[in-house]
């Protein structure tokens, strides 16, 4: 478990935020990573809205074991768009060397996580995406493969609290623009039903207003 959560995954987005706002892949996959590490829906997003604001320094927290996870997790964030800008370099390059991982240990971290990103696998149910065969999440639409795949066989998990809509994939004209909103949601889900895509957008805070953009799509 990491020990610091919110600053772990702050040090993650500021990556992503780099360019000045987060695409909705880029928090498809800070979703992905959040629910493969175990953390709360509320340390995402104090996390986001900490970089939004202009309120977190990039900082090495935890274990070394958590940074050199949160370093692989930066490298793979800064490599998913494309290769790495100048601003990308420079994040990466001041936590290696404040969390005390040397160059050449950097390197070698950062072969494998291009290697892992370039290698042949298998296809997001989601967007039809390939990915490589140990990829965790989507690098398009950012949705995690692994949930997922479980879903496809089975059912979404609608939340306690909240406001969830759940719909099916459709020829309407605003269908597409549905499906940006849904993937832009924290919580994104899929599944196969009958050979036919269907899914779940989840609105934590129970306000309709924040749904009226999806229903009016729908």
Request: charged share 25%; proline share 5%; net charge negative.
């Amino acid at each position: 478990m990491v020990q610091e959560p919110i600053p772990f995954l702050a040090n993650i987005i500021i990556v992503a935020h780099a360019d000045g706002k987060l695409s909705p892949s880029e928090l498809g996959q800070m979703e992905a990573h959040r629910v493969d590490l175990k953390l709360k829906k509320n340390d995402l997003t104090a996390a986001i809205r900490l970089v939004e604001q202009g309120k977190h320094k990039m900082i090495p927290v935890g274990t070394l074991a958590d940074k050199v996870k949160n370093l692989e997790l930066i490298i793979r964030m800064a490599y998913a768009d494309d290769d790495l800008n100048e601003a990308e370099i420079f994040l990466i390059n001041e936590f290696s060397k404040e969390s005390g991982i040397y160059h050449d240990q950097l390197e070698i971290l950062q072969q494998e996580v291009f290697a892992s990103l370039k290698a042949p696998g298998k296809i997001c149910q989601s967007c039809g995406t390939h990915s490589e065969s140990v990829a965790r999440f989507c690098p398009k639409c950012g949705i995690n493969l692994i949930v997922s795949n479980e879903a496809s066989k089975n059912e979404m998990t609608i939340p306690d609290s909240g406001i969830a809509i759940e719909f099916s994939e459709s020829t309407a004209a605003s269908f597409p623009k549905a499906l940006e909103i849904t993937k832009a949601r924290i919580g994104f889900q899929s599944c196969q039903r009958n050979k036919k895509n269907w899914y779940l957008a989840i609105f934590p805070s129970g306000d309709i207003i924040e749904a009226i953009p999806l229903c009016e799509a729908l």
